[in-house]
């Protein structure tokens, strides 16, 4: 049976909350959501899971390729729930990644993971936890984290927590940083002539209403959740990745092209994607990694078509 897009649930994952994510991606999920929010567009688009089965669904996702298993990261990170979306963007949960690699890990044909990397981030809440389990998975198997073609901001808090970072020669990296947007509808309310009486105790229940305009204590709640998020991606990934603080911090949430990155060791290695999928598979057949354009590669190129 077919599902209907709660719009006002995904505001509240979207709107008044950290996100680790560029501001296209946020661009991309407003110019859908705003006109509905508002109204001004009142079709629903139906979601498309991809069937009625997850145990089935979540079980395809494992491609276990000689003795490599690729793990896709695609498309925008939630903390649960994950599926394509009206937007035809690809949802993917931390937890369901939790699982996937988990289920790598006790593969006993799996020598190392391959974290296929395209995405431009998602929400902070979960990022830090999936991120702290790949690093300690990382002492039971290799994981290799494969950007191919992008790596932003909660894909690269992820990114950075694996064995090593492999970039494809024009994929990039990067926003290191957090991001919160509120929105307010007072002024079109006020227009079509509706007005919201709320009311509450604590004086933080209603920071950000989208009612009224924000008020100087509700920016400063946000500059406070901003800060710490920023803290905990800033020096997670510098943990990580064995690098100053400073330097993270110095990146000030910029993009970078692999030879950039490489130069301030935000990545360990720049290769076409087929390339190191081919060079890690040699290592655990003890042959040399093909060359490029030889009869070994296409055929692993072929192989994994389905896959990268």
């Not at 688009?45 to 494992?62: H, I, N, T, V």
């Not at 991606?233 to 943990?239: H, I």
């Not at 993009?255 to 290592?283: H, K, M, T």
Request: charged residues 20%; negative net charge.
């Amino acid at each position: 049976m077919s599902h209907l897009i709660n719009y006002p649930h995904l505001a509240s994952l979207v709107f008044n909350t950290p996100l680790y994510a560029t501001p296209d991606l946020m661009q991309t999920v407003r110019s859908v959501l705003e006109p509905r929010l508002l109204g001004r567009v009142n079709d629903l688009p139906m979601r498309l899971d991809g069937g009625s089965d997850p145990d089935a669904r979540e079980m395809q996702q494992l491609r276990v390729v000689g003795r490599l298993a690729i793990i896709p990261i695609h498309g925008i990170l939630t903390a649960r729930a994950g599926q394509i979306d009206g937007m035809c963007q690809e949802v993917l949960s931390y937890e369901k990644l939790r699982t996937r690699i988990n289920a790598a890990l006790r593969h006993e044909l799996v020598e190392e993971i391959v974290l296929d990397m395209h995405s431009g981030g998602g929400a902070a809440m979960g990022c830090k936890e999936l991120a702290d389990f790949i690093k300690a998975s990382t002492a039971t198997k290799p994981i290799t984290a494969l950007v191919n073609f992008a790596s932003f901001s909660a894909c690269y808090f992820l990114a950075a927590a694996c064995s090593r970072i492999v970039c494809s020669p024009t994929a990039m990296v990067g926003s290191i940083g957090v991001i919160i947007e509120t929105y307010e509808v007072s002024r079109a309310e006020e227009e079509m002539g509706i007005k919201f009486n709320t009311f509450f105790r604590g004086s933080h229940k209603n920071d950000c209403s989208p009612h009224e305009p924000i008020t100087d204590q509700a920016v400063a709640e946000i500059d406070r959740r901003l800060d710490s998020a920023y803290a905990t991606f800033t020096e997670s990934v510098a943990g990580y990745r064995g690098l100053d603080l400073s330097v993270v911090t110095g990146t000030e949430a910029r993009i970078y092209s692999g030879e950039d990155a490489l130069s301030v060791g935000l990545i360990d290695e720049i290769s076409p994607a087929q390339e190191a999928i081919d060079a890690i598979a040699a290592r655990y057949s003890g042959q040399q990694a093909p060359r490029r354009g030889s009869v070994s590669a296409r055929a692993g190129a072929m192989k994994l078509q389905n896959t990268l």
